[in-house]
């Protein structure tokens, strides 16, 4: 074991060692109010030792007091008085999802208004409860009369990451309350997407998966299907991910292979896919895991342009670090953190178990990829999991290779259609989405079935700190290994 092996792999990743301070410095901000003046004098004196000196000690200080000014930058002062009746402006941001016979659907407050007249800017967002009758769209502003009430009942937890997430708390819409609504204003990618999947005519189930794998509009999910694919392990097809992109990814540099024959043609054919990349990214409506994906695959192009080499945990940091400088308050989203934690096993530990497993059938090696990148993605988020949810799923070890293959099947269709909606094809599509979907759904049912698929366990934090530390400490053992040297003889 060489520590000096350790300290040439991270001189290759800049961007670890820079997302790591600022990680602590968001950290730190949130349970402890900095002054201005403190960030900024010492993020100047730092910034300057540093370039003077040469110190990283003073380039890791830096980049704390920049995370630490992200993260108090990005919490306005505005809040909205709670449990107060106010006039207010607010924009539907997602489909609105029937639940309990009402719409459940997150809105953002853009303005209300006090007793005295006045208007005030707002920037937070609402969990809205609406009448069915209501029919409310996505994208839809509406002025409406109401009470936002703060998150009551429920876990601890569940409070805190709705926090996290910017929401002030819910807020109950009724047809007298009402009182002027306007339709959502020029073209919104993430409508299109998703209205473009209805016109294929797939049955209930078969259009609520597609509409949520590939276009991110969760709203047609029923309770029960989403907690059978809770149960069954593959709730992480639900959300559109790395899968996802890396399908577009794929499909648009199939399609364009023809460009590399023309002058410059490598050029114009990465550029076309990362605009195809970020596209797809709008309609999906940015979600998260959605835009970390996006960021990791433009890199990945930029890299195929320039023939350099990439590597993907430098791009993975650099784009939660992106995302963070964006909304600090990602670090503490479950949805974050557990996109963050799956890609990061596989990328560390997935991608070198996969190598040794590999042999001489290629058809072996594809079973033997995805059976060990999805154990490794289960064993790292299963922490995770267990701590948020209490429950530990055992049946996604089995089912998982095969559910991603068909949910590959799902989004390559899906993405197709919606690329090229012609109607003649419309057949065509609409069988082999209805086949895919429903055997997936069915053989995801089997799994929840499954006496033992499911195991309730509950950690404490501090458990889960201490398997996480655990896993870093085996990953920089690993790391301080010196690699095998090999020697080819000539023949």
Same mark, same amino acid.
């Given at each position: 074991?060489?520590?000096?092996?350790?300290?040439?792999?991270?001189?290759?990743?800049?961007?670890?060692?820079?997302?790591?301070?600022?990680?602590?410095?968001?950290?730190?901000?949130?349970?402890?109010?900095?002054?201005?003046?403190?960030?900024?004098?010492?993020?100047?004196?730092?910034?300057?030792?540093?370039?003077?000196?040469?110190?990283?000690?003073?380039?890791?200080?830096?980049?704390?007091?920049?995370?630490?000014?992200?993260?108090?930058?990005?919490?306005?002062?505005?809040?909205?008085?709670?449990?107060?009746?106010?006039?207010?402006?607010?924009?539907?941001?997602?489909?609105?999802?029937?639940?309990?016979?009402?719409?459940?659907?997150?809105?953002?407050?853009?303005?209300?208004?006090?007793?005295?007249?006045?208007?005030?800017?707002?920037?937070?967002?609402?969990?809205?409860?609406?009448?069915?009758?209501?029919?409310?769209?996505?994208?839809?502003?509406?002025?409406?009369?109401?009470?936002?009430?703060?998150?009551?009942?429920?876990?601890?937890?569940?409070?805190?990451?709705?926090?996290?997430? *910017? &929401? /002030?708390?819910?807020?109950? !819409?009724?047809?007298?309350? #009402? +009182?002027?609504?306007?339709?959502?204003? $020029? =073209?919104? @990618?993430?409508?299109?997407?998703?209205?473009?999947?209805?016109?294929?005519?797939?049955?209930?189930?078969?259009?609520?998966?597609?509409?949520?794998?590939?276009?991110?509009?969760?709203?047609?999910?029923?309770?029960?299907?989403?907690?059978?694919?809770?149960?069954?392990?593959?709730?992480?097809?639900l959300a559109v991910s790395g899968l996802h992109v890396g399908?577009?990814?794929?499909?648009?540099?199939?399609?364009?292979?023809?460009?590399?024959?023309?002058?410059?043609?490598?050029?114009?054919?990465?550029?076309?896919?990362?605009?195809?990349?970020?596209?797809?990214?709008?309609?999906?409506?940015?979600?998260?895991?959605?835009?970390?994906?996006?960021?990791?695959?433009?890199?990945?192009?930029?890299?195929?342009?320039?023939?350099? *080499? &990439? /590597?993907?945990?430098?791009? !993975?940091?650099?784009?939660? #670090? +992106?995302?963070?400088?964006?909304?600090? $308050? =990602?670090? @503490?989203?479950?949805?974050?953190?557990?996109?963050?934690?799956?890609?990061?096993?596989?990328?560390?530990?997935?991608?070198?178990?996969?190598?040794?497993?590999?042999?001489?059938?290629?058809?072996?090696?594809?079973?033997?990829?995805?059976?060990?990148?999805?154990?490794v993605a289960t064993v790292a988020t299963a922490p995770l999991?267990?701590?948020?949810?209490?429950?530990?799923?055992?049946?996604?070890?089995?089912?998982?290779?095969?559910?991603?293959?068909?949910?590959?099947?799902?989004?390559?269709?899906?993405?197709?259609?919606?690329?090229?909606?012609?109607?003649?094809?419309?057949?065509?599509?609409?069988?082999?989405?209805?086949?895919?979907?429903?055997?997936?759904?069915?053989?995801?049912?089997?799994?929840?079935?499954?006496?033992?698929? /499911?195991?309730?366990?509950? !950690?404490?934090?501090?458990?889960?700190?201490?398997?996480?530390?655990?896993?870093?400490?085996?990953?920089?053992?690993?790391?301080?290994?010196?690699?095998?040297?090999?020697?080819?003889?000539?023949?």
């Amino acid at each position: 074991m060489k520590l000096h092996c350790l300290y040439e792999r991270l001189e290759g990743l800049p961007m670890l060692r820079a997302l790591v301070p600022v990680v602590a410095g968001i950290l730190v901000a949130m349970h402890v109010v900095l002054p201005g003046w403190f960030l900024a004098g010492g993020f100047l004196f730092c910034g300057a030792a540093a370039l003077l000196w040469r110190s990283s000690l003073h380039a890791a200080a830096m980049l704390f007091l920049f995370g630490a000014g992200v993260a108090e930058w990005r919490n306005p002062g505005r809040r909205l008085p709670l449990g107060e009746p106010l006039l207010c402006e607010m924009q539907v941001e997602e489909f609105p999802a029937a639940r309990n016979g009402y719409l459940s659907v997150s809105a953002r407050m853009r303005s209300w208004r006090d007793g005295e007249g006045g208007w005030h800017p707002a920037d937070a967002r609402v969990m809205l409860r609406a009448d069915t009758a209501l029919r409310l769209q996505a994208g839809e502003r509406l002025r409406c009369r109401g009470v936002v009430r703060p998150f009551r009942g429920g876990a601890e937890s569940y409070r805190r990451l709705m926090a996290c997430r *910017g &929401y /002030a708390g819910t807020m109950w !819409l009724g047809g007298r309350s #009402l +009182l002027e609504r306007f339709p959502p204003a $020029g =073209l919104s @990618l993430h409508r299109a997407a998703a209205e473009r999947l209805r016109r294929l005519g797939l049955g209930t189930g078969a259009e609520a998966l597609c509409r949520a794998m590939a276009a991110g509009d969760r709203s047609g999910l029923t309770p029960a299907m989403r907690d059978r694919y809770a149960r069954s392990g593959t709730s992480h097809l639900l959300a559109v991910s790395g899968l996802h992109v890396g399908i577009v990814f794929a499909v648009v540099n199939l399609l364009l292979g023809w460009l590399p024959l023309l002058r410059r043609g490598h050029i114009v054919r990465c550029l076309l896919a990362a605009a195809c990349i970020w596209l797809y990214a709008a309609a999906t409506g940015f979600a998260p895991s959605t835009v970390r994906a996006a960021v990791m695959f433009t890199m990945l192009q930029a890299s195929l342009a320039s023939a350099s *080499g &990439y /590597a993907s945990l430098n791009a !993975l940091c650099a784009a939660a #670090l +992106l995302m963070l400088v964006w909304n600090p $308050g =990602l670090l @503490l989203d479950i949805s974050f953190q557990l996109s963050y934690t799956a890609v990061a096993a596989i990328v560390v530990w997935g991608v070198p178990l996969c190598r040794r497993l590999h042999g001489r059938f290629r058809a072996v090696n594809l079973l033997a990829d995805g059976v060990a990148v999805s154990l490794v993605a289960t064993v790292a988020t299963a922490p995770l999991v267990a701590h948020t949810f209490g429950l530990l799923s055992l049946s996604g070890l089995v089912v998982n290779p095969a559910a991603v293959l068909l949910g590959g099947v799902v989004v390559t269709g899906s993405v197709v259609w919606m690329l090229l909606p012609f109607g003649a094809l419309q057949p065509l599509f609409a069988a082999l989405l209805d086949a895919a979907a429903g055997v997936l759904d069915g053989l995801v049912a089997a799994a929840a079935a499954w006496r033992w698929g /499911a195991v309730e366990v509950s !950690l404490s934090g501090g458990a889960t700190a201490a398997i996480y530390a655990a896993m870093v400490a085996a990953t920089l053992w690993g790391a301080c290994r010196e690699p095998k040297k090999t020697l080819t003889l000539p023949r």
